[in-house]
């Protein structure tokens, strides 16, 4: 039988807060360099009498986050008690949003492929805060508690079952992340736990819209895993049905190392959560001018800013990656635009001399050895014609390297000022047509690549003062006349 495959993640994100969801404790985006049990108080390691208090700061961040997701937020909601036992929840409940979480009915829309020519959009169910756990360290057989972690904010997110295949899962955590990233709301990154993946899969014959049995892989926290274990945990699925055996609706844990899942506990024997009001958080309420504030605060698209770059710009896949790969450097081409140098100009050199240099050097655009004013001279002397394509490559290249300012390398260089002019290149490429007859014969022949000899030609016979694409489109128009 066909089968079609049905997906919907739990995405617990954390937050970038100055503190805690409920105390005033540090909230680090990174406890793996801190000394354990140092960033804790008698609130978030449950002590009795220790009253929790809703954080502001958690609070807008988390509120920021359901902005960008176009979530409808409820002016009222409230806290809940999720009690189960947990090696890392000593109190025996977790505080978290069931019964009126603050956000509901948002999307997400997203590119599903490389060329960005297919698009998606996700519901979210709902996004609601909760607290992390502390965290077990196992040394020499021991079980140690780090209470660092405990308290510190997450945002669950929980879409619908609206994805139909690993592919569409993985790019929309890029999506995600980006969308986290860009509006300064979390790191997102998986490899430190700052985002994690529950995802619910179920199979069901491909003529049938009724869902069937859901399996929970828990705790994914990449999106190459993510991928491996949907792949596997369907055809687990699959065989299964196919042999009429009755699939049982799990929790299961994804063992990457081993290439297979194991079954944590079932659906039906879950233990009861037990959810109930907080008696110790009154319901939150968020003022008229609060939701005001929120609808009009300006959230960053990258969905929106790649659709932009494709019909304002024309731009092509390669420099749309290089630009949406960080928000800085997206930031660092918008303020060249602001100075109307030519998007196409600015992406090109930042996607591909600095884009290389900065994975090369493994840093950020911030720390660039030049400043942005001697990236706007660089672009105004490639604008004014003092240097040519050729010359810009080797004013980059030295700026990179030592820093130098684009007018010392011009002078130091002896770069030409005073360009071939139009209708001089008409002249000489007439004659380099007519010096080499032969080649010409064989580029009217369709062999085109011989265009590279003919520009080769007229490069040396100007000594390197003249633009390689204006050479080339004067070239191009000679040769199509012959």
């Known amino acids: 039988m066909s089968y079609e495959l049905v997906i919907g ?11 805690k969801l409920f105390c005033s404790c540090e909230n680090s985006q ?33 509120l920021r986050l359901w902005r960008v997701l176009g979530c ?44 960005f020519s297919q698009s998606k959009t996700v519901w979210i169910r709902d ?37 139909r295949s690993a592919d569409e899962v993985v790019w929309f955590l890029k999506e995600f992340q980006r969308l986290a990233r860009y509006n300064d709301i979390s790191d997102a990154d998986m490899d430190k736990w700052q985002m994690r993946v529950d995802v619910n899969i179920s199979v069901r014959p491909i003529w049938q819209e009724a869902y069937w049995t859901r399996v929970e892989l828990k705790n994914i926290n990449s999106p190459s895993t993510v991928k491996r274990a949907i792949a596997h945990e369907y055809q687990r699925q699959c065989d299964i049905l196919d042999q009429w055996w009755v699939l049982e609706e799990q929790t299961r844990r ?18 009861d959560y ?21 609808k009009a605060l300006s959230v960053l698209s990258p969905y929106q800013r790649i659709l932009q770059m494709q019909q304002t710009y024309d731009f092509h896949k390669e420099y749309i990656n290089a630009l949406i790969a960080d928000p800085d450097v ?37 720390d660039l050895p030049f400043g942005q004013q001697d990236f706007f001279d660089f672009l105004t002397s490639i604008v004014s014609k003092k240097i040519n394509s050729n010359q810009a490559k080797t004013v980059m290249d030295e700026m990179l390297a030592h820093g130098t300012s684009p007018k010392d390398i011009i002078q130091q260089k002896g770069f030409a000022t005073d360009w071939i002019g139009h209708d001089e290149l008409v002249v000489l490429a007439q ?37 390689v694409w204006l050479i080339t489109t004067i070239l191009t128009d000679l040769l199509s006349k012959i």
């Open 9 to 19: 993640l739990e995405i617990h994100l954390k937050i970038t807060s100055k503190t």
């Open 330 to 366: 997206l930031a660092y081409f918008d303020t060249a635009i602001v100075q109307n140098f030519d998007p196409k100009e600015v992406a090109k050199r930042i996607a591909w001399p600095i884009a290389n240099w900065l994975k090369e050097q493994y840093t950020s655009i911030k």
């Open 127 to 163: 996004a609601h805060m909760e607290t992390d756990t502390w965290k077990t360290v196992h040394i020499n057989g021991n079980a140690m508690l780090d209470f660092n972690r405990a308290g510190t904010p997450l945002v669950e997110v929980v879409t619908d079952p609206d994805f």
């Open 254 to 271: 994804w063992d990457d190392a081993a290439w297979e899942s194991f079954a944590m506990r079932s659906k039906e024997n879950a233990l």
């Open 72 to 115: 409808d937020i409820q002016q009222i909601s409230s806290f809940d008690r999720k009690s189960y036992f947990y090696p890392d929840l000593p109190m025996g409940y977790q505080i978290t949003q069931l019964y009126t979480p603050t956000c509901i009915n948002g999307q997400v829309s997203f590119f599903v492929d490389a060329e």
């Open 274 to 294: 037990r959810y109930m009001p907080d008696p110790d958080l009154p319901p939150l309420y968020l003022e008229d001018a609060v939701l005001a504030k929120l």
């Open 431 to 467: 004659r380099v047509l007519d010096d080499n007859a032969t080649v010409v014969e064989q580029y009217t022949s369709w062999k085109t690549s011989t265009m590279w000899f003919f520009v080769w030609q007229m490069m040396k016979l100007t000594q390197w003062k003249a633009d």
């Open 30 to 62: 990174d406890f793996e360099s801190r000394q354990p049990n140092t960033t804790i108080c008698p609130v978030c390691t449950w002590h009795p009498g220790a009253l929790p208090v809703l954080s502001e700061d958690a609070l807008q961040q988390s």
